[in-house]
């Protein structure tokens, strides 16, 4: 567990430093230079730290299905809790995702908002979040309130395929990979970004915002065990 | 258990208890022409252009399937015969018939936009009929079996007024891209083979809600 | 120090993010340190 810790705090680290501090150069020789991308030079630093936050909302959603599921098949209110609590950080982690894509749509793309279809796609999985925990609070009783909030996020998790993979490739938009963009790339494989160094930095900052999410998911979890626990307690003290 | 026979019966009754009061074919309808006079009032004799029509079309479509299609869950809770209906027929047959019903009050629902659409928008002429025809059909469906499945879920959780637009919209954002799109090619006369992607997505977008919605449907169904 | 940081702004920059992150993550530390403590308590007292 402190491996994740100390782990997650290092990588996102190493990442801000190398990835603000590597400098920008014309034909990069080594390690410790970037390519210049046209139309992107400097603003290309956010891929570090802007596409590692979608998808660690994504992750978090997937994970709080995958509660919600075991939970309907269990009804260990356990999984449900867990759900929640995924379900709350991937929301934080949304917010972010499309705040970050937002600011970096007006400096590259001109607007704040453009209805990109992946622009749109993390405004989906917004609105997502933001239904389930409407629901959740719309119902009193505890395990009606897991059920179908439970249903909801596989029902919503339905449409998450379709929304993250075929549209956006599908439909012109401004996001590399759409249609009609040579680069052929997404969300998996920035073939925008070919130098190898890039690239790796990359997958370390994706690993160690992954890392963070699932830290401050253990962290939340015990929170709330402990507070259980002294639920129970001074219940059974009366 | 599953028979068609029993999945007509869940319909028929629906059908004739909708027949006997009206009131969803009435509010529906007069949900469709409010929203189209309010557009009307805002234009002020303005010709919107085909892609401003086709999400028009489609934005009356689902606010006023907002309005009717969780009918067929919240009257049940309402009159009491929830459980009545768990005791005599199986889930997935409650969620047949209770889809069958959605789907064909929703084609109805469309057929009557498109109607008023025509008469009040000289510009909405619809060039590729076969392209509309279909996109109308396959969208229907989509937004009808999301709405199926979302209409349980609030039936079952007391239903308060905006919960309904809320946890559907997000779910149908996908098919009423897809739909829109499709739309404004049929609206311009695009040649059909242009639009088989947004058929295939809507397709799939069905199968995938009611394949996911038969599974489902018990954990809401069931309390 | 001062004119490496005018020349090179990327550095202020840098500079500003790593102080934002280092607070966090010593607030995270703490958090989790302070959640350990209170289950040592609950298990000493169960």
Redesign the interface.
């Known amino acids: 567990m402190s491996a994740v810790?100390y782990g997650s705090?290092i990588l996102?680290?190493f990442v801000?430093?190398a990835g603000?501090?590597i400098?920008l150069v014309p034909s990069p020789q080594n390690w410790l230079e970037f390519p210049v991308i046209p139309g992107l030079e400097?603003k290309a630093r956010n891929i570090f730290f802007h596409v590692p936050t979608a998808w660690t909302t994504v992750l978090a959603f997937l994970v709080s299905m995958v509660y919600g599921f075991r939970y309907?098949r269990t009804r260990n209110p356990d999984y449900d809790q867990k759900s929640v609590i995924s379900a709350g950080l991937g929301l934080m982690f949304c917010i972010l995702a499309t705040v970050t894509g937002a600011l970096w749509a007006k400096f590259n793309w001109g607007s704040y908002w453009n209805w990109d279809p992946r622009q749109?796609s993390i405004f989906?999985?917004l609105?997502?979040y933001?239904?389930y925990f409407?629901?959740r609070s719309?119902?009193e009783l505890e395990?009606?309130k897991a059920?179908?909030s439970?249903?909801?996020a596989?029902?919503?998790g339905?449409?998450v395929p379709?929304?993250i993979f075929?549209?956006p490739r599908?439909?012109t938009g401004l996001h590399p990979g759409a249609q009609g963009d040579s680069s052929g790339g997404g969300p998996l494989f920035q073939s925008g970004m070919m130098a190898g160094n890039m690239r790796v930095l990359f997958y370390v900052s994706l690993l160690g915002f992954n890392l963070l999410y699932v830290?401050?998911f253990t962290?939340r979890l015990?929170?709330a065990r402990?507070e259980d626990?002294q639920l129970l307690s001074r219940h059974t003290e009366q | 258990m599953l028979t068609l026979a029993q999945i007509m019966a869940v319909f028929l009754k629906d059908v004739r208890s909708e027949l006997r009061t009206r009131y969803a074919l009435n509010a529906l309808l007069m949900f469709v022409v409010t929203t189209v006079a309010i557009i009307l009032f805002a234009l002020r004799g303005d010709q919107p252009g085909s892609t401003v029509l086709a999400g028009m079309f489609w934005v009356s479509v689902f606010f006023t399937a907002m309005s009717g299609l969780s009918r067929s869950f919240v009257s049940e809770e309402e009159r009491g015969t929830t459980m009545t209906l768990q005791l005599i027929a199986s889930s997935t047959t409650v969620y047949f018939g209770k889809l069958l019903f959605n789907a064909v009050l929703t084609l109805v629902l469309v057929a009557g936009v498109t109607v008023v659409y025509l008469i009040v928008f000289p510009a909405f002429e619809i060039t590729g009929m076969g392209v509309f025809l279909l996109t109308v059909f396959l969208g229907s469906l989509g937004l009808a079996s999301a709405a199926t499945i979302i209409a349980a879920i609030i039936a079952k959780a007391g239903s308060r007024g905006t919960l309904y637009p809320v946890l559907s919209f997000p779910i149908l954002i996908v098919p009423l891209m897809t739909v829109m799109g499709a739309t404004v090619k049929s609206l311009e006369g695009v040649p059909f083979s242009d639009a088989t992607v947004d058929f295939v997505v809507l397709i799939s977008y069905f199968m995938v809600m009611t394949a996911g919605s038969v599974l489902l449907f018990d954990y809401v169904w069931k309390d | 120090m001062l004119e490496f940081m005018m020349e090179n702004q990327m550095y202020i920059v840098l500079s500003i993010v790593l102080l934002v992150w280092a607070g966090i993550a010593v607030y995270l530390v703490r958090l989790d340190r302070k959640v350990s403590r209170l289950e040592e308590t609950m298990k000493k007292e169960s």
Do not use: D, H, N, Q
Request: hydrophobic residues 70%; glycine residues 2%.
């Open positions: 810790k705090i996102v680290s801000i430093i603000i501090a400098p400097e309907l749109t989906i999985l609105l997502i933001g239904a409407s629901l719309a119902i395990e009606k059920a179908l439970a249903v909801y596989i029902v919503a339905l449409t379709f929304f075929i549209m599908m439909m830290w401050l962290l015990r929170i402990i626990r």
